[in-house]
């Protein structure tokens, strides 16, 4: 069921990217069609030192650098949100608690939902997040035992609809730092930033709230 389920929302994730590229071909993206010329250069025998220079320096350490510029100030923000306590409770637990009843309609949970928008500088820190929420952790949360995680999220209210809807919006939500600043970097415009942020968000807002009222009519 498991591979059924990441095969699924592969092929989800394609369908959509190709439905979505179509409307927008067809709306924003209109015009006259474009001529595609490709001119191939004189081959060159490869410079093995020259190409490992340029891969290390001009893409490995120039992405690296744009990851950490973004990554250092909200690993700061989760640490003071996780650390510092208003009332008895974290700041985390207030902006989870205020966040929840909207997550509640996507079929998520406040602990969820904060976890992606916290998770923007690489979307391998959500799970982490969420595992530090659930244990009210003073850090990030690295766990190697599936079955302790499986534990930790069931104990914390987690269902098959909860795992589905946490599948979807993984797919399905805004891009990285990195990947956003690439965007801008690229078209100098904060239009097509702020859609590139935008579109897939929103299209996973709505997919996660049909699915969870699909789900709440039939189960």
């Known amino acids: 069921m498991s591979t059924l389920a990441v095969i699924l929302v592969i092929l989800l994730g394609i369908f959509l990217t190709l439905m979505i590229s179509k409307l927008l071909s067809k709306t924003v993206l ?3 069609p474009s001529s595609f010329i490709l001119e191939l250069p004189p081959y060159r025998k ?3 030192g020259k190409i490992i220079v ?3 320096f001009d893409r490995t350490l120039f992405v690296l650098a744009r990851a950490i510029s973004v990554a250092a ?3 700061i923000v989760i640490w003071l949100f996780a650390n ?3 009332g008895g409770s974290s700041i985390l637990t207030y902006i989870a608690n205020f966040l929840d009843p909207f997550a509640r309609i996507m079929g998520l949970d406040g602990y969820i939902l904060t976890a992606f928008i916290l998770g923007i500088p690489a979307n391998e820190i959500v799970l982490p997040i969420i595992l530090m929420s659930y244990m009210s952790a003073s850090s990030l949360v690295d766990l190697n035992d599936t079955f302790a995680i499986k534990n930790i ?3 914390n209210g987690w269902t098959l ?3 589905i809807n946490v599948m979807l919006f993984t797919l399905l939500h805004f891009p990285c730092s990195t990947t956003l600043i690439t965007v801008f970097k690229e078209t100098k415009s904060v239009k097509w930033t702020f859609l590139a942020f935008a579109i897939p ?5 709505i997919l996660c709230i049909i699915t969870n009222t699909i789900w709440s009519i039939f189960v």
């Open 201 to 205: 968000t929103i299209c996973g807002i």
């Open 73 to 75: 100030p909200i690993g």
């Open 46 to 48: 490869p410079q093995i």
């Open 30 to 32: 209109k015009g006259a």
């Open 161 to 163: 609809i909860t795992g």
């Open 153 to 155: 999220l069931l104990q």
């Open 84 to 86: 510092i306590s208003v």
């Open 54 to 56: 340029r891969s290390l």
